[in-house]
Structures are given as structure tokens and as C-alpha cells.
């Protein structure tokens, strides 16, 4: 069965470090990723997916997100944190032999502090 | 956010109310999603609209009816819901199941709450 794995539930980091925020898949075919953000009392924001080529993925407002295949990994990165960062990280896994769901992870809230 | 539209933003309604939930989206998708969105629990896809037809219904109660009279707009009829329905409902489109790298788009949510 498909699922996304959050392991964190919440990611603490001060402003100007590099952040990460981490996610694991499992699918039976090849996986197409996704990251979204959700800021308070809003909607999810897309931030940038991995369909296929580069392993390096880079969205919006600076982040970046690596596929792992051997590790079946796609973890959100950003080299300088801001505050304006905290919000709660979703990961989002489609199979591509399964395209009308997306299975949604837990979620990781993010803080970061100044 | 503004390419889809959900309104009310906030809803409070008693187990005997009917209500309805409102979206809108205003970027030619062909495909309409609602989530329930819990605490402490992923995201639930409800149903899924694709040019106007249901094509999933994830096994949601009957209390909650789907309406999807045109690719721009869907609507969540509620009626005598429980508290534990109390949750935020996202909706989001997408282009409509071209490939498996199709994205959905969400809307701000309606913050439900049963009484």
C-alpha cells in the first residue's frame, strides 16, 4: 500500500540555519512527490514536486527538496531559515499506476526562531 | 490561494442544520477535490470530481453530499452531521488526471464546526 511517512512532528530551527524537514515513501511504482505548506487558518500552498530527471528539485520562496531513491527519501531543505518559514510541511506521494490520490503525510510544523 | 475560492470561510451548525459548503476555482481545471482535514490526522480525500463526474468517493457518510454542477464549482451539502465531523474542509483542482505529476491547487478551507 501506498503511505508517506513524517517522522517529525515538529522541526525547530533559528532563523539563518539550514533547515531540513524530513519525509519517507512507500509505493509499488515509480513515485511522484510533492511538498506543500500550510500557514495558519490557509489553504496548502504547493511548493515545489519531483516527477522525474534531476534528483535536486528546487520550488518556491527558496526551498529544495531531494529524491532518494535508495532511501526512498524526498526531504525538504532551505539553506537559510526564516521566521516567516514557520508553518506545518506536508509530503504528498502519487504511484504512477495510481493517479487519482494523493496520499498526504502527517504533517511537520516548523518553527523557526529568531 | 486566490485561483480557488471556498466560502464560508467559518461555519458553526447544530447536528440538525443543513448547510452547504461553497468552491470555486478560477483556473480552467477539469478536476475537483474535497478534504477533511482533522487534527493530528492526514489529510482525507473525500470525493473527486473530473470533468463534472464523480470519480471517487471515499467511503465518506451520506450525511455529506457532493454536487459538482460545472468543472468551476462543487459544493459539500451537510446535513445532520455529527460533532466529530467538526474539522477543516479544503478543496483544491487540478488539470484533471493528465498524468500522475498532475498538481491540485487548494483553496483557503471551511473551518466547520458541529454542535
Known amino acids: 500500500a501506498q503511505s508517506v511517512a513524517q517522522p517529525e512532528d515538529q522541526v525547530n530551527v533559528a532563523e539563518g540555519n539550514p533547515l531540513t524537514v524530513k519525509c519517507t515513501y512507500s509505493?509499488?511504482?515509480?513515485?511522484?512527490l510533492f511538498w506543500y505548506v500550510q500557514y495558519p487558518n490557509r489553504g496548502l500552498q504547493f511548493l515545489l514536486k519531483?516527477?522525474?530527471?534531476?534528483?535536486l528539485v528546487k520550488g518556491s520562496y527558496g526551498f529544495e527538496a531531494e529524491f532518494n531513491k535508495s532511501q526512498t527519501s524526498f526531504h525538504l531543505k532551505k539553506p537559510s531559515a526564516l521566521v516567516s518559514d514557520s508553518a506545518l510541511y506536508f509530503c504528498?506521494?502519487?504511484?504512477?499506476?495510481?493517479?487519482?490520490?494523493?496520499?498526504f503525510g502527517t504533517g511537520t510544523r516548523l518553527q523557526v526562531f529568531p | 490561494e486566490t485561483g480557488v475560492t471556498q466560502t464560508p470561510r467559518h461555519l458553526v451548525m447544530g447536528m440538525t442544520n443543513k448547510k452547504s459548503l461553497k468552491c470555486e476555482q478560477h483556473?480552467?481545471?477539469?478536476?475537483m477535490y474535497w478534504y477533511k482535514q482533522s487534527a493530528k490526522k492526514p489529510l482525507e480525500l473525500m470525493f473527486v470530481?473530473?470533468?463534472?463526474?464523480?470519480?471517487e468517493n471515499n467511503s465518506v457518510p451520506s450525511r455529506f453530499s457532493p454536487e459538482c454542477p460545472n468543472s468551476s464549482h462543487l459544493f459539500l451539502h451537510l446535513h445532520t452531521l455529527q460533532p466529530e465531523d467538526s474539522a477543516l474542509y479544503l478543496c483544491?483542482?487540478?488539470?484533471?488526471?493528465?498524468?500522475?505529476?498532475?498538481?491540485?491547487?487548494f483553496g483557503p478551507g471551511t473551518r466547520l464546526t458541529v454542535l
Open positions: 483544491a483542482s487540478s488539470q484533471g488526471l493528465q498524468g500522475a505529476e498532475d498538481t491540485q491547487y
Open positions: 509505493v509499488s511504482g515509480n513515485p511522484y
Open positions: 470530481y473530473n470533468f463534472k463526474e464523480q470519480t
Open positions: 504528498a506521494v502519487r504511484a504512477s499506476s495510481n493517479t487519482d490520490k494523493l496520499i
Open positions: 519531483y516527477i522525474t530527471g534531476d534528483n
Open positions: 483556473l480552467g481545471h477539469n478536476a
